[in-house]
Each structure stands twice: as C-alpha cells, then as structure tokens.
C-alpha cells in the first residue's frame, strides 16, 4: 500500500466548476499536512498548508480528517489557470520533516 | 530572486558518465533536501541535510550517489557511473521549519 494515495484522475471540469481531491496517507504520525502544485515540467509548488481545523485560502479549502487519516482540496469556481496536477503531501512524522508525496491528481480546467 | 536555485537545469550524459549537480537554498534555511521524480510519480525522498551535517538517507541513494553540503550553504548531488535508470528529475527543497520550497530542479537524461 502507498503511504499517500489519490486518485489520479484526470478530473476533466468546465470553467467555474467545483472539484474536490481526496487523498488518504498510511502513517499516523505524520505532524503536517499539504497540498502542492505542480506544472507540467516544473517544480512543486507549495498551494496550502492543512490544518486540523480546516482552512480556506480564496477559492481553495483544505480539510483534514485525522481520525480517517484523510485530507481534501476543494477548489470553487475553477479557473482554466488551475489546470495542474495536485500532489497531496504528508511529512514522515520524525524529526527529519522529510516529505512523502502522493502521486498527483490531475486537473484540466475547460473552457 | 531569493526562492531555490537549481544548476544545471538539464543534463544529457552517456551512461558511465559521472554528472555533479548543485543546490542553493534560500539563505536563511537551515534544511535542505534533495527528492527525485520520474513521470508520474511525485517525488521522492533521496536526502537531507540540517546545517551541514547529513541526517538521512534513503534506501533509494545506491553508493554511486553522494551529496555534500559544506559550510552549511548551497549543496552538490554527484551521481557515479550514471544508469539509464538514473534519469529522472532531480528537485532540491529547502525550510526553516515544516514548509519546504522547491528548486526549479535538474532534469537528468541517461543515453
């Protein structure tokens, strides 16, 4: 079993549409909770950080569920610049923060 | 620009070759880690350094691989005798704490 796995879609959605990712991780020790995005060639880019208590930044939300070791990404009113792959991301819970990646959901955001 | 700088951005070599490449974080970041990534898979964790003291690695850094990070400054990644199998996208990542930022990375291609 991968220690985070999502759904790799794609997830094909029309501009202004809502699309949730989920995403669920192995080790319960794990401290801190992200999600990132990433271009097609590039580099992660870190999008949020998730918090137990849930947390919003503009069109995007991020819960977590620690109980069901399960983290989501909401994204309202999709922009065509959202067309990305999301990795979900999970640290190792030890004192090295390293990070564990899940391999990516990807989004195409249509016109 | 003061986010991680990666160099070389690409890398063609013969198998057999020796490749070395090398990681600036961003200044006042005292962890730096090295992650690959091959086509869609996330990154995955290779090493990490706090300071200049190397903490971990991963059972995935055969003994062809060595990374150094002296004076606890930028970083190199040598990779010996490289491997067709040894192509891949070569990220470094660096953090003060939790949240980890990412090079634009070397994409290494084995011939």
């Known amino acids: 079993r991968k220690e985070v796995e999502q759904d790799p879609g794609p997830f094909n959605v029309p501009e202004g549409a809502t699309v949730a990712f989920n995403c669920t991780y192995s080790?319960?020790?794990?401290?801190?909770f992200f999600w990132y995005r990433q271009d097609c060639r590039k580099e992660p880019k870190l999008l949020m950080s998730?918090?137990?208590s849930g947390n919003e930044d503009g069109r995007f939300t991020a819960q977590l569920n620690r109980a069901s070791q399960y983290i989501s990404l909401l994204i309202r009113d999709s922009k065509l610049s959202d067309s990305a792959t999301y990795l979900c991301?999970?640290?190792?819970?030890?004192?090295?923060?390293?990070?564990?990646f899940g391999s990516g959901t990807r989004l195409l955001v249509r016109p | 620009d003061t986010g991680v700088s990666q160099d070389p951005r690409h890398k063609i070599t013969k198998r057999g070759q020796n490749v070395t490449f090398r990681c600036d974080p961003i200044?006042?970041?005292?962890?730096l880690y090295w992650y690959r990534q091959t086509l869609g898979q996330g990154p995955e964790f290779l090493t990490y350094?706090?300071?200049?003291?190397?903490?971990?690695k991963s059972r995935l850094l055969s003994d062809r691989f060595s990374a150094e990070r002296p004076k606890g400054s930028f970083s190199t990644l040598e990779i010996q005798r490289t491997e067709q199998g040894d192509s891949a996208m070569y990220l470094c990542?660096?953090?003060?704490?939790?949240?980890?930022?990412f090079g634009p990375g070397t994409r290494l291609t084995v011939t």
């Open positions: 080790n319960s020790a794990s401290q801190s």
């Open positions: 350094f706090q300071n200049e003291a190397q903490l971990e």
């Open positions: 200044s006042e970041h005292n962890r």
């Open positions: 991301v999970v640290n190792m819970g030890d004192s090295s923060y390293k990070l564990i």
């Open positions: 998730v918090y137990s």
């Open positions: 990542a660096s953090s003060s704490q939790y949240e980890q930022y």
